[in-house]
């Protein structure tokens, strides 16, 4: 059975640093695109970062470029979310997600979604 477990949330002072994990299990995380999205009450789903199959090719949103890096680690079948320079603006629910499509920037392209993780950025 395919599952997504994320962990690392917490509270972080703007400027701090976070480190969100992804665990899965059902599928090897190597052959897939892998997603991270987050959501704010009121708000619609947004797209964070991705890494592509096994090559490792990275996606990130304009909002979280050069602050934020996507990587996996194939033997631990585990993705992972560093989050530096945090500012107010990133407090979301964090959730990781899978797509066997050509598209992943979008909710919709996801077909299995991990439960979410809490990062709050106080000021």
């Not at 997504?4 to 995380?29: D, T, Y």
């Not at 992972?80 to 899978?98: G, I």
């Amino acid at each position: 059975q395919v599952q997504l477990v994320e962990s690392g949330g917490g509270l972080v002072q703007a400027g701090g640093s976070l480190r969100l994990s992804c665990a899965a299990s059902g599928f090897p995380v190597s052959i897939y695109k892998m997603a991270w999205f987050r959501q704010n009450p009121g708000k619609e789903r947004e797209f964070v970062a991705a890494i592509k199959w096994s090559e490792g090719i990275t996606y990130y949103a304009d909002s979280v470029k050069g602050r934020f890096t996507i990587s996996r680690d194939n033997a631990k079948n585990t993705v992972y979310l560093q989050m530096n320079s945090l500012k107010p603006e990133d407090t979301a629910v964090y959730y990781c997600a899978r797509s066997a499509r050509s598209s992943f920037t979008a909710a919709v392209d996801m077909d299995y979604w991990g439960k979410g993780t809490l990062v709050t950025v106080s000021s």
